[in-house]
């Protein structure tokens, strides 16, 4: 079916696909979702051209993803406004596969509820959230990346005694 993507029915199937995927996970990284699509049809593994052509069938105007990552959102959802997070299960996501602003909507959240945090205990929350049991430099930088992102859009706030707060 992928091999026939210039046919219209087997583009529309993919196309069909693809929006089930972004209806389901969004914000969904480019990736997953071109993964997800293939397998759907059978394929476990696919080839960066291949990836291209599955990607290439998305649908258009989609918003695009105010940290510039490759991340899917579904039409009509202004991601700056959207507050969601999805907590892993047994599904853990690479860390780059969780957007910036997942990583602040839960950041802000936890921060609220524990009427603020150090910078440690906000990371391995953060991460505890999405199921990972320990910190790494590459983890800690995705949500140090986020804790920019939720100051610089107004979300948090660091006291003068180096307390994340949310506003």
Do not use: K, Y
């Not at 992928?2 to 529309?12: E, F, M, N, P, S």
């Not at 997800?36 to 051209?49: E, K, N, P, V």
């Amino acid at each position: 079916m992928l091999d026939r993507l210039t046919d219209q029915d087997a583009t529309q199937q993919l196309w069909q696909v693809l929006v089930t995927g972004i209806e389901a996970e969004a914000p969904i990284h480019v990736d997953r979702l071109t993964r997800l699509a293939a397998g759907s049809f059978g394929l476990t593994r696919l080839t960066a051209d291949r990836r291209a052509a599955v990607a290439a069938c998305l649908p258009s105007g989609l918003p695009a993803d105010p940290d510039g990552d490759p991340f899917v959102w579904p039409p009509g959802v202004d991601p700056l406004d959207w507050r969601g997070f999805r907590r892993s299960n047994d599904d853990v996501r690479p860390v780059d596969q969780i957007s910036i602003t997942e990583l602040v909507n839960t950041a802000v959240a936890l921060c609220r509820t524990a009427a603020g945090m150090t910078d440690d205990q906000l990371r391995l929350s953060v991460l505890r959230v999405f199921g990972f049991a320990r910190r790494t430099q590459e983890r800690d930088a995705r949500v140090d990346r986020a804790v920019t992102a939720a100051t610089r859009r107004g979300r948090l706030t660091r006291a003068a005694d180096g307390i994340w707060q949310a506003v």
